[in-house]
DNA sequence: TATGCTAATGCAACATTGTTGCAAAATAAT
DNA sequence: ATTATTTTGCAACAATGTTGCATTAGCATA
């Protein structure tokens, strides 16, 4: 179950402020992930950057959203599944990232097998990034 | 079996420069990952920061050295082992990114499976990303 | 719904990171 | 040794990200 803008700003104890809300929707209307420019242009010049920049910090702090490493080390962002906002960790999130149209989607459904790391090494967390062609750009 | 540095510059066709052999030195002693900022700061005054940018952009393309996307975005660089030099993809490429510390580590006995994507999704490269804590931070 | 407290925003200034064009210097080829 | 090519350093710029502080907006309380 998906919860409503208000909602969600609300369960995590924020305030309920239009940057909030409007960043907030773009999320939830984007397929895929977003990177702080792609947010800059689709607000157009009604917030200041660094609202953006704070608003996109404290969001990754309530596990709203997260960040996704990259082939391309772009920072980009993408909406946390419901289980997020519970305290979880993002362990083996996968990520396809498009080398033609640069669209970065969450593979939810993909998952990401365990490794046996050498001795003395501890994972608190895995990241898979894949590159290639996406279903669009076939 | 490893090359030298002037070797490894002349097979891939660069002039050998005072920056691109201090450069490759430093990876070549380095164990971990390097950034562009540890070589900044561990060659002194000695080169011009756009030089080194450049020198890491070249050495990228000829498969000298690759990048490494972390969990925290920053960018990263290793050397290459020995097949990467002759044109073969960075394919289950798996790093270690320790928390404390930072060392990135390329961990290169340790295969990352192969992934059944979506329909539609077309893989060309695979990154494993793995953070936590590292032998010498436990 | 008015009031006061707290939190978020906008602005300015700054730091860091990365890029480009071009003249000077170093390297390679002859 | 001389010439041609490549690389470098400098300057200037663009993009990205951070911090402090006054102003503004949101929220709780009466």
Do not use: W
């Amino acid at each position: 179950m998906r919860y409503g803008i208000n909602e969600t700003l609300k369960k995590n104890q924020l305030s309920v402020t239009d940057s909030r809300k409007k960043i907030l929707e773009l999320f939830m209307r984007s397929n895929g992930a977003l990177a702080h420019a792609d947010i800059e242009h689709q607000s157009g010049t009604e917030f200041d950057r660094v609202t953006i920049y704070r608003t996109l910090q404290t969001f990754v702090e309530k596990g709203i959203i997260h960040t996704i490493p990259t082939a391309d080390n772009s920072v980009r962002y993408a909406l946390c599944k419901d289980e997020c906002s519970e305290g979880h960790h993002h362990d083996n999130h996968v990520h396809f990232m498009c080398d033609d149209c640069g669209t970065t989607y969450c593979l939810d459904h993909v998952i990401a097998p365990q490794l046996s790391l050498p001795d003395g090494f501890n994972a608190t967390r895995t990241d898979v990034v894949v590159s290639g062609k996406c279903k669009n750009c076939e």
